[in-house]
């Protein structure tokens, strides 16, 4: 019963974080503008029921993380998930051998920046301590028919890696030589001339290309064979963003 509810809880909290976030969900306080026009003023709070969840979710995290821990050494290393030694653990042993596990360590980073931002530690990154609580969704992999799907993914990566290694491998190489023939294309005409150049905005001059209608040149955004590696990638993997296209014909 207490995993259906771990997990109802995980569910509720996450999103709620998310609905948080939508503007349609927020309120600018009332003294806005009265008395002065501010960022501390003005800035559009969140509904107080997005608190209230997050509040209730982490006193239960926090309260169910707190018992196993302190309840860890009465129970036996197979109970705990952990694979027996030659020698018994002794009790503290076992609680820190158990809390040291990667999903026990997930379910205290989920609820420790909830009492950071409490007692004022967050500072200026409040908003990325919030979002790490969202690492509490890992905690569906403690169910077994989650854990077994997990398991067969990871399987089947492994057994595929070679293939997966050969073929990013080959995409790099592919990816250098297009990427390498298009900034000769497009990125190694340096131009002085004022004709052609905005000596205001480039005074010292800069590399072009022709424009989309050949009529004209213009700034190349392709100052370097990584900024082709961008553009082969987004074309060769997506259908491309469309940020930097290739003009010279």
């Not at 293939?163 to 990125?187: D, P, Q, R």
Request: charged share 15%; hydrophobic share 45%; glycine share 8%.
């Amino acid at each position: 019963a207490l995993s259906y509810i771990s997990f109802s809880l995980i569910i509720v909290t996450t999103f709620s974080l998310i609905l948080e976030s939508m503007p349609a969900f927020s309120y600018t306080p009332e003294g806005c503008g009265i008395v002065e026009l501010s960022v501390e003023l003005c800035k559009p709070e969140p509904d107080a029921a997005f608190a209230t969840i997050e509040v209730s979710g982490t006193i239960y995290f926090t309260v169910e993380y707190a018992l196993r821990i302190l309840f860890a050494h009465s129970a036996t290393e197979h109970e705990l998930g952990l694979l027996p030694g030659p020698h018994p653990l002794s009790g503290w042993k076992k609680t820190l051998k158990y809390a040291l596990q990667p999903l026990n360590v997930i379910d205290l980073v989920a609820v420790a920046p909830f009492y950071m931002q409490f007692i004022g530690l967050g500072g200026s990154g409040t908003g990325v301590v919030r979002v790490v609580r969202l690492v509490r969704v890992f905690r569906v992999l403690k169910s077994p028919k989650m854990r077994t799907c997990v398991d067969m993914i990871l399987t089947i990566v492994f057994e595929a890696l070679p293939g997966i290694i050969s073929v990013f491998s080959l995409t790099c190489l592919v990816c250098i030589m297009f990427g390498s023939c298009m900034f000769f294309a497009e990125g190694t005409t340096y131009s002085v001339d004022p004709e052609l150049v905005d000596m205001e905005v480039y005074p010292m001059g800069t590399y072009i290309r022709p424009t989309k209608d050949g009529m004209a040149w213009e700034p190349t955004p392709f100052q370097s064979i990584l900024h082709t590696v961008w553009w082969f990638f987004a074309t060769a993997t997506t259908v491309g963003y469309g940020d930097y296209v290739p003009t010279t014909t």
